[in-house]
């Protein structure tokens, strides 16, 4: 595989996903558009050798690691942080150390079994479990009323139309934006009316919170690890008024049967 220094770490990811995780990957200098054409000549031309050499290696042997379904961590608030930090389980705000039993509440809250798997998230493609994925509502401070919607978002995201894959893995400044509808934004407290994207409403902020850290603790989507975006993002939570008529009536039956819904 060829790519530039820049996306090393996207073409890693991308090999694994394939089950090429010994590829061989040669990298040119970054960028390729929008150089002198000599220039890219040049960057080619040195390329070659490192090429041919990769073609004719023999794959590494890949190692398997395994990682523990539960960690020991540090009793205390602020030592767990620094033990999160340094796992780069954090997005920079402090984190609620998701207990056993503060999970084991969470997963209970959505109905549904701790070892089912929601599907693979992107770009690592590691299966996002019901107990992974409410570990990580927890870490967010969402109350265990919330896990559906919570649940129903990561559904969203990883249906393959929305392309999950494109969105974590690009350079540019975009995120997912989850919109909750209907009577059960009016039961949990979503804000729909006036700064829906401010500050002040857990719900709004917990559930955004929660998705983004799926994608960064499960699907390993982090600033050049492998995503590059020059300005970063932010995973936000929208509710539209339930007084507004349903999604329903803005698009076909067939799409709007897709959207996961929480009743």
């Given at each position: 595989m060829?790519?530039?220094?820049?996306?090393?770490?996207l073409?890693?990811?991308?090999?694994r996903?394939?089950?090429?995780?010994?590829?061989?990957?040669?990298?040119?200098?970054?960028?390729?558009g929008?150089?002198?054409?000599?220039?890219?000549?040049?960057?080619?031309?040195?390329?070659?050798?490192?090429v041919a050499?990769a073609?004719?290696?023999?794959?590494?042997?890949?190692r398997t690691?395994?990682?523990?379904?539960?960690?020991?961590?540090p009793?205390?608030?602020?030592?767990f942080?620094?033990?999160?930090?340094?796992?780069?389980?954090?997005?920079?705000?402090?984190?609620?150390?998701?207990?056993?039993?503060?999970?084991?509440?969470?997963v209970?809250?959505?109905?549904?079994?701790?070892?089912e798997v929601?599907?693979l998230?992107?770009?690592s493609?590691?299966?996002?479990?019901?107990g992974?994925?409410?570990?990580?509502?927890?870490?967010a401070?969402c109350?265990?009323?919330?896990?559906?919607?919570?649940?129903?978002?990561?559904e969203?995201?990883?249906v393959?139309?929305?392309?999950l894959?494109?969105?974590t893995?690009t350079?540019?400044?975009?995120t997912?934006?989850?919109?909750?509808h209907?009577p059960v934004?009016?039961?949990l407290?979503?804000?729909?009316?006036?700064?829906?994207?401010?500050?002040?409403?857990?719900?709004?902020?917990?559930?955004?919170?929660?998705?983004?850290?799926?994608l960064?603790n499960?699907?390993?989507?982090?600033p050049g690890?492998p995503?590059?975006?020059?300005?970063?993002?932010?995973?936000?939570?929208?509710?539209?008024?339930?007084?507004?008529?349903p999604?329903?009536?803005?698009?076909?039956t067939?799409?709007?049967?897709?959207?996961?819904?929480?009743?």
């Open positions: 060829i790519a530039t220094d820049l996306f090393l770490p073409a890693r990811a991308v090999a996903q394939e089950g090429l995780e010994s590829m061989a990957v040669v990298t040119v200098s970054h960028p390729v929008g150089v002198e054409p000599h220039v890219l000549d040049e960057r080619l031309a040195a390329a070659v050798d490192r050499e073609l004719l290696s023999s794959p590494e042997e890949v690691v395994s990682v523990p379904a539960v960690h020991d961590a009793g205390d608030v602020l030592e942080l620094a033990f999160a930090d340094g796992r780069r389980w954090s997005d920079g705000l402090p984190l609620v150390p998701p207990t056993e039993e503060l999970v084991a509440r969470a209970a809250a959505t109905g549904r079994a701790a070892g929601l599907g998230v992107p770009p493609n590691r299966g996002a479990t019901v992974a994925v409410a570990a990580n509502a927890v870490m401070g109350p265990p009323e919330l896990m559906p919607v919570v649940v129903a978002a990561v969203a995201a990883l393959p139309s929305f392309n894959q494109a969105l893995t350079t540019h400044p975009v997912p934006l989850v919109i909750v209907g934004a009016e039961r407290g979503f804000n729909g009316g006036a700064n829906v994207f401010g500050q002040g409403n857990r719900a709004n902020a917990g559930v955004g919170r929660a998705l983004r850290l799926v960064q499960i699907g390993e989507a982090r690890r995503t590059g975006p020059p300005t970063g993002r932010r995973a936000s939570t929208r509710t539209a008024s339930p007084r507004t008529p999604l329903r009536s803005a698009r076909s067939k799409s709007a049967a897709a959207v996961p819904r929480v009743r």
